[in-house]
Each structure stands twice: as C-alpha cells, then as structure tokens.
C-alpha cells in the first residue's frame, strides 16, 4: 500500500470512529466533550475512543497505541482533569471542556499529526 493510500484509509477509519462516537448520544460520555475535541482541527484527525465516560485520543488506529495525548475525564462534581497515561502527569483540572480541550492540544507530543494505521511502535 502507498503512503498516501495509507494515510486515506486511516482517515476514514478516524472519521467513521468520530461519528460513531458523536452519534451515540449520552449514553457512553458526557456529550460535550467529543464535541469539543472534535471542533479542533488537531484533534479531530486523531483516533478518538470513549471508556467509561472518558474521551482517549491517539495518533495510532492500532494497539497497543502510545498513550502520548491527554485524555480527558470528567471530575465528580464538575469540571475536567486532564491525564497524559503514557507517564501518568496530570496535565491539569480546568472548569470547563474548552479549557481541557486548549490543555490537551498544548500538550500534543512534538510532530503529531494525523492518527495513522500502524501502531506506537510504527510512529
């Protein structure tokens, strides 16, 4: 397969797995926060996957993925908490999704781009 072929196909698997995840209602997360993430261009051409109520985004379609990117859960009782797994460090606990959002970009690991059809081992 051709780069370019391959960088289409994982496009669309990223783009199939966003509407997946925003036509799901609220029965698996909060729907303000795949919303949010999904407004910013950056993130929007990452993988995204919903776990119990928390939004994941990687820069691989494939595990074991690298756990690189923050995730963002929501706080019992309001507002966010942003969480890099990869090393544990709590990038932050803003009041508002947009804020976790602007967190979770600010926090992209160097020359992220597009989620790509490989695994952590492939980038």
């Known amino acids: 397969m051709a780069k370019d072929e391959g960088l289409t196909q994982a496009a669309k698997i990223?783009?199939?797995?966003w509407r997946a995840i925003l036509d799901s209602g609220d029965s698996l997360i909060d729907p303000s926060m795949p919303r949010a993430a999904y407004v910013n261009p950056r993130l929007r051409?990452?993988?995204p996957t919903v776990s119990h109520g928390a939004l994941y985004l990687s820069r691989c379609i494939r595990y074991p993925r690298p756990h690189d990117v923050g995730s963002l859960f929501p706080r019992a009782g309001g507002g966010f908490m942003v969480v890099?797994?990869?090393d544990g460090t709590i990038l932050g606990e803003?009041?508002?999704v947009e804020e976790a959002i602007d967190l979770i970009v600010a926090n992209l690991p160097a020359g992220c781009g597009p989620a790509i059809d490989g695994t952590a081992h492939d980038l």
């Open 84 to 86: 890099r797994q990869s």
């Open 94 to 96: 803003p009041d508002t």
């Open 45 to 47: 051409e990452l993988f």
């Open 14 to 17: 990223v783009a199939d797995k």
